[in-house]
């Protein structure tokens, strides 16, 4: 797509308008993931290998379990056991709570697995963006956002998201808690996403609106209010 200096048509404004729901909906699902994906492995880690990590001292410092007299009768390893399964049950409320991607929902997801959140100052810049956009379509204009982007300018957006996403990945995959192509194919999935939403990018308005997914984010963005 060739860029332009005209104003974006209501077809490319409704087209960027799929683009960045989908790719929000993308990035939130990857970092809800990340989290359970992360708690769920801390805990196995500790039940088969007792195996302790970063993450695993991050949650047991936040840990909320109850101490009284009958813990000390317990070994040590049925402690840290259950400290850690009420840890990953407190992540995944935590995931079924977020609501949103910004820097702020990361924190409250990842911090208390150890994770320290990109600080990228044009990266989350983008990431403001868009969810500033999504925003303002989804919630505050049916008929459109306050400042309309083209095509070309969103997807230089969601390519900065996406490396912010990737910067996350591979702190992660710093922790050592998992076999090689777990946290990958995590990423691998979120790129599938991205390639998939990219398609509206690379087609016509005529030929996009012909796929059933995009008919339906099209007309909840507002096909059929037009002024």
């Known amino acids: 797509m060739k860029p332009s200096l005209a104003p974006p048509s209501r077809d490319e404004q409704l087209d960027v308008a799929a683009f960045v729901v989908l790719t929000h909906g993308a990035i939130e699902n990857f ?48 402690v840290i056991r259950t400290a850690l399964d009420e840890a990953k049950a407190d992540r995944t409320t935590a995931v079924h709570k977020n609501n949103g991607i910004e820097l ?32 303002q379509w989804a919630h505050q204009n049916r008929f459109g956002a306050q400042t309309p982007r083209n095509a070309v300018d ?15 990945s591979s702190h992660i995959g710093s922790f050592r808690l998992y076999k090689s192509e777990s946290v990958g194919s995590s990423l691998r999935s979120l790129m599938i996403r991205k390639r ?32």
Request: proline share 4%; with cysteine.
């Open 31 to 78: 970092i809800e993931g990340l989290t359970i994906w992360m708690a769920d492995r801390v805990a196995k880690n500790w039940l088969n290998r007792h195996r302790v990590t970063r993450s695993t001292a991050a949650l047991l410092f936040r840990a909320k379990c109850k101490i009284d007299e009958d813990t000390n009768l317990k070994t040590t390893f049925d």
């Open 104 to 135: 702020k929902h990361m924190r409250q997801l990842l911090a208390p697995l150890g994770v320290d959140i990109p600080t990228d100052p044009l990266l989350a810049a983008s990431l403001d963006t868009l969810v500033l956009i999504r925003h």
């Open 154 to 168: 969103v997807k230089k957006t969601a390519d900065d998201c996406l490396a912010l996403s990737q910067q996350l």
């Open 196 to 227: 998939l939403t990219t398609q509206l990018l690379a087609t016509t308005p005529s030929n996009t609106y012909g796929d059933p997914t995009v008919i339906g984010i099209h007309h909840a963005m507002g096909a059929n209010h037009q002024t």
